[in-house]
T-cell receptor
Framework: DTEVTQTPKHLVMGMTNKKSLKCEQH?????MYWYKQKAKKPPELMFV???????INESVPSRFSPECPNSSLLNLHLHALQPEDSALYLC????????????FGPGTRLTVL | GEDVEQSLFLSVREGDSSVINCTYTDSSSTYLYWYKQEPGAGLQLLTY?????DMKQDQRLTVLLNKKDKHLSLRIADTQTGDSAIYFC???????????FGTGTQLKVEL
């Protein structure tokens, strides 16, 4: 298995909803990442987990809450989002931090109404 | 901070070569990458180059690196319609923990 999977593919939520994005990889990678990508823009790093511990938080608002329950899974919990949070949310994984290539999932297209 | 710069748009005819350019920011970047993104999809890693190399060839793809000018390029030989996509260069920064992406180049291949 050489891919990163993400669910759901599409998500529409209201500003008062609580939802979660899920990411899974079975490549034995020990670093996992969340990125946010607005239309026609490059991906922007949000969080990095290394060996299931949060390694980098790029000053992301607390309405986004990451969780790494085990080495294969990465979640992003969403609560009280704003319409400007609508974007493509990409998960990636790499063997480890520091110089290993990152492999991306197909993304979750999030719309906040 | 500074952006990793790419030209916005490139149009080529099928069968021609495409050259996508990138100017990166961190002279201490150890790895530089090229990713491809088709509409509505995630990013596909195409190739990468280590900073002590000048050139890397991988089938139809050739990467050139000029460290002095912090310039990276991706040449696609015999460009096909399936190569139409957005291409992002990326540099490894933050002590090797962060991937910073370029602004992206939309490649359009015409028949």
């Amino acid at each position: 298995d050489t891919e990163v999977t993400q669910t759901p593919k599409h998500l529409v939520m209201g500003m008062t909803n609580k939802k979660s994005l899920k990411c899974e990889q079975h490549m034995g990678h020990r670093a996992m990442y969340w990125y946010k990508q607005k239309a026609k823009k490059p991906p922007e790093l949000m969080f990095v987990y290394s060996y299931e511990k949060l390694s980098i938080n790029e000053s992301v608002p607390s309405r986004f809450s990451p969780e790494c329950p085990n080495s294969s899974l990465l979640n992003l919990h969403l609560h009280a989002l704003q319409p400007e949070d609508s974007a493509l949310y990409l998960c990636a994984s790499s063997q480890m931090l520091r110089g290993n290539e990152q492999f991306f999932g197909p993304g979750t297209r999030l719309t906040v109404l | 901070g500074e952006d990793v710069e790419q030209s916005l748009f490139l149009s080529v005819r099928e069968g021609d070569s495409s050259v996508i350019n990138c100017t990166y920011t961190d002279s201490s970047s150890t790895y530089l990458y090229w990713y491809k993104q088709e509409p509505g999809a995630g990013l596909q890693l195409l190739t990468y180059i280590f900073s002590n190399m000048d050139m890397k060839q991988d089938q139809r793809l050739t990467v050139l690196l000029n460290k002095k000018d912090k310039h990276l390029s991706l040449r696609i030989a015999d460009t096909q319609t399936g190569d139409s996509a957005i291409y992002f260069c990326a540099e490894l920064t933050g002590g090797g923990n962060k991937l910073t992406f370029g602004t992206g180049t939309q490649l359009k291949v015409e028949l």
